[in-house]
């Protein structure tokens, strides 16, 4: 069986027992955790840590966007508040010199 047909196969248990519960009023919570189990299960973390964290990502990701954004403005990009960022890339992005 596909990895998709298995997360499907638990969604429809899993929909199942809650709206037994609810119907049925049958306590189906043993059967509720299971499937819970199984989908954060799935769940893959960020690494917070080390060279390759998630923060140091989009830090250097920050810094890269700063340098191409100053190019197109005479205003300092790290001063700028975050409406005022996203409204800068927004119309850079409208007149396609991003």
Do not use: W
Not at 20 to 34: A, K, L, M, N
């Amino acid at each position: 069986m596909s990895d998709e047909k298995i997360y499907q196969a638990h969604l429809k248990k899993y929909c199942n027992a809650i709206l037994g519960e609810i119907i049925d009023d049958v306590d189906r919570s043993e059967e509720i955790q299971r499937h819970e189990r199984y989908f954060v299960s799935l769940l893959k973390p960020k690494d917070f840590t080390g060279q390759q964290s998630v923060e140091l990502k989009v830090e250097r990701d920050f810094e890269r966007l700063s340098i191409i954004l100053e190019k197109h403005t005479t205003r300092e990009v790290k001063k700028l508040t975050v409406k005022e960022f996203y409204a800068l890339i927004s119309h850079l992005k409208e007149k396609k010199t991003l």
